[in-house]
């Protein structure tokens, strides 16, 4: 079974930063898209960022020039480094990653993690 973990929420002043980390688990044979989505309080879930298995990147206007998106396909991880936060970037971060394939011949069309809260306050 294939599952994604999250780690590095928190809370954080304005102006600062933060990295969150995705790590997909069991036997993956190789993962398409992975991603950042994110849900504030009273708000619909909105896409963040997304990068491609070779390495396309993709944000939303509100975030270009201070979040950053990687991965690494050997390890199956993505991470999301995350500069000069403000008060509106307070949300639940939830990993996804979409056609996903096992080395059984399982697949997913798309997996979420459980989601990291990140609070942006002084």
């Known amino acids: 079974q294939v599952q994604l973990v999250e780690s590095g929420g928190g809370l954080v002043q304005p102006g600062g930063s933060l990295r969150l980390s995705c790590a997909a688990s069991g036997s993956i044979f190789s993962i398409n898209g992975m991603g950042w989505y994110r849900q504030a309080p009273g708000k619909q879930r909105e896409l963040v960022t997304f990068?491609?298995?070779?390495?396309?990147?993709y944000y939303i206007d509100s975030v270009k020039g201070r979040f950053f998106i990687s991965r690494d396909n050997a390890e199956n991880t993505v991470h999301l480094e995350m500069k000069n936060l403000a008060p509106e970037d307070t949300a639940v971060y939830y990993c996804n990653a979409n056609r996903v394939v096992t080395t059984t011949g399982d697949s997913y069309q798309e997996l979420w993690g459980q989601g990291t809260l990140v609070t942006v306050s002084s």
């Open positions: 990068i491609t298995s070779g390495g396309s990147t």
